[in-house]
């Protein structure tokens, strides 16, 4: 009897040291997963090569996918679904009426506000089918250097193969009217004639967010002059940029290196105006978006020259500015930061529907207008 006690205690005993054998090396292979993944996305190139996803259950919602071994989701380029219903708040005021849930859902914004709506929920439902049984994925960007996006999830075009064909899911969302095409950050360098065609071919089948007879928002006349008018700004930048060292995207990875390289010198940035602290006794400090948690600074030591420059009334717009780069020591993090110190207003060019004018100029931040820029491509 004790024999046989002691036989079964220690065939326990080896069991449980063979699962704690199990789960190490389980954990082991997920972080040495994880590690290779995170390599491989922080690498600078335009083809990142293939991951592992686990089917439909790798979707968040419609243009949004996790892979394998990271925790953060992907934030897929040019497309921008319509929200998931997430709480009981917004099921409670859509149970009230689509046209009060849509008034609800704006309140006083000036702008169009992201909301969940019955669209995004089958946005949700065609992307789960989309990758259903897909088990890997490739990952390409639009540009080598812009790999994260504010929020520090990777940006990324998901090519498929599927029945034999490579096919780009950020082009197909559109095309079946998931999503419109999303310029708001900038159009697609790599696929911009594809996103056009499949959007017209959306639009002229009434699909998705184009069929007047489902429940979506309603003002995407609105939006898309939102964001024509920041991608007009971010590809006017980006032509003035090429060739010339003055020019820093805050977007890129090497942003902070470049601005270094220059400093005590002229440079010129594009950005999103995060927020604004305006200084009572000290400086006021225009911070343009590049991380979460990790704003750039502009420096406006005169307030007559922030009232001039219209700066105060862009939030969550695109400004670009010409400044002189400085370094100062952050006392609250103890370590050296960079800043942009901008002194007169027409170091600031903040576009609107007023200055719609200028877009055709080639601004030099002097107020001297310059010959054009070349035609849009196409």
């Given at each position: 009897?004790?024999?046989?006690?002691?036989?079964?205690?220690?065939?326990?005993?080896l069991?449980?040291l063979?699962?704690?054998?199990d789960?190490r090396?389980?954990?082991?292979?997920?972080?040495?997963?994880?590690?290779?993944?995170?390599r491989?996305?922080?690498?600078?190139?335009?083809?990142?090569?293939?991951?592992?996803?686990?089917?439909?259950?790798?979707?968040?919602d419609?243009?949004?996918?996790?892979?394998?071994?990271?925790?953060?989701?992907?934030?897929?380029l040019?497309?921008d679904t319509?929200?998931?219903?997430?709480?009981?708040?917004?099921?409670?005021?859509?149970?009230?009426?689509?046209?009060?849930?849509?008034?609800?859902m704006?309140?006083?914004?000036?702008?169009?506000?992201?909301?969940?709506?019955?669209?995004?929920?089958?946005?949700?439902?065609w992307?789960?089918e989309?990758?259903?049984?897909?088990?890997?994925?490739?990952?390409?960007?639009?540009?080598?250097?812009?790999?994260?996006?504010?929020?520090?999830?990777?940006l990324?075009?998901?090519?498929?193969?599927?029945?034999?064909?490579?096919?780009?899911?950020?082009?197909?969302?559109?095309r079946?009217?998931m999503s419109?095409?999303?310029v708001?950050?900038?159009?697609?360098?790599?696929?911009?004639?594809?996103?056009?065609?499949?959007?017209e071919?959306?639009?002229n089948?009434?699909?998705?967010?184009?069929?007047?007879?489902?429940?979506?928002?309603?003002?995407?006349?609105?939006?898309?002059?939102w964001?024509?008018?920041?991608?007009?700004?971010?590809?006017?930048?980006?032509?003035?940029?090429?060739?010339?060292?003055e020019?820093?995207a805050?977007?890129?990875?090497?942003?902070?290196?470049?601005l270094?390289?220059?400093?005590?010198?002229?440079?010129?940035?594009?950005?999103?105006?995060?927020?604004?602290?305006?200084?009572?006794?000290?400086?006021?400090?225009?911070?343009?978006?590049?991380?979460?948690?990790?704003?750039?600074?502009?420096?406006?030591?005169?307030?007559?020259?922030?009232l001039?420059?219209?700066?105060?009334?862009?939030?969550?717009?695109?400004?670009?500015?010409?400044?002189?780069?400085?370094?100062?020591?952050?006392?609250?993090?103890?370590?050296?930061?960079?800043?942009?110190?901008?002194s007169?207003?027409?170091?600031?060019?903040?576009?609107?529907?007023?200055?719609?004018?200028?877009?055709?100029?080639?601004?030099?931040?002097?107020g001297?207008?310059?010959?054009p820029?070349?035609?849009?491509?196409?």
């Amino acid at each position: 009897m004790h024999r046989a006690l002691a036989s079964t205690a220690l065939a326990a005993a080896l069991l449980a040291l063979s699962g704690c054998s199990d789960t190490r090396a389980a954990r082991r292979y997920s972080r040495e997963r994880a590690d290779e993944a995170l390599r491989r996305l922080e690498v600078v190139a335009l083809e990142l090569g293939e991951f592992a996803i686990d089917g439909a259950s790798a979707v968040v919602d419609g243009d949004t996918i996790r892979v394998k071994g990271l925790d953060n989701s992907l934030r897929l380029l040019a497309i921008d679904t319509e929200e998931t219903f997430k709480t009981d708040e917004e099921r409670r005021v859509f149970a009230d009426g689509w046209e009060q849930y849509k008034k609800a859902m704006r309140g006083n914004s000036a702008r169009p506000v992201k909301m969940a709506t019955p669209l995004g929920e089958d946005a949700k439902k065609w992307a789960q089918e989309f990758f259903e049984g897909v088990r890997k994925i490739r990952l390409e960007r639009d540009h080598p250097g812009e790999i994260r996006d504010y929020y520090g999830r990777y940006l990324a075009y998901v090519v498929v193969e599927k029945d034999g064909q490579r096919m780009n899911f950020n082009v197909e969302c559109v095309r079946a009217g998931m999503s419109p095409y999303f310029v708001k950050y900038g159009r697609s360098r790599r696929f911009h004639r594809e996103f056009l065609e499949a959007q017209e071919e959306a639009q002229n089948a009434k699909r998705g967010v184009w069929d007047p007879a489902k429940q979506h928002y309603d003002d995407y006349e609105e939006r898309h002059a939102w964001w024509g008018e920041r991608e007009r700004a971010i590809t006017r930048f980006e032509k003035e940029m090429a060739g010339n060292p003055e020019y820093v995207a805050l977007t890129r990875w090497d942003a902070l290196l470049k601005l270094e390289q220059r400093l005590g010198q002229d440079v010129v940035l594009l950005g999103a105006v995060n927020d604004v602290q305006l200084g009572d006794k000290g400086p006021t400090i225009v911070k343009l978006g590049r991380s979460r948690g990790n704003d750039f600074d502009v420096v406006f030591f005169d307030k007559d020259v922030v009232l001039s420059s219209g700066v105060l009334h862009k939030k969550g717009e695109y400004v670009q500015v010409r400044g002189v780069v400085n370094k100062f020591r952050d006392r609250y993090r103890n370590v050296d930061r960079l800043q942009v110190l901008v002194s007169l207003p027409g170091q600031v060019l903040a576009p609107s529907h007023e200055l719609e004018k200028l877009l055709n100029e080639h601004w030099n931040g002097d107020g001297k207008p310059a010959p054009p820029p070349p035609d849009e491509p196409d």
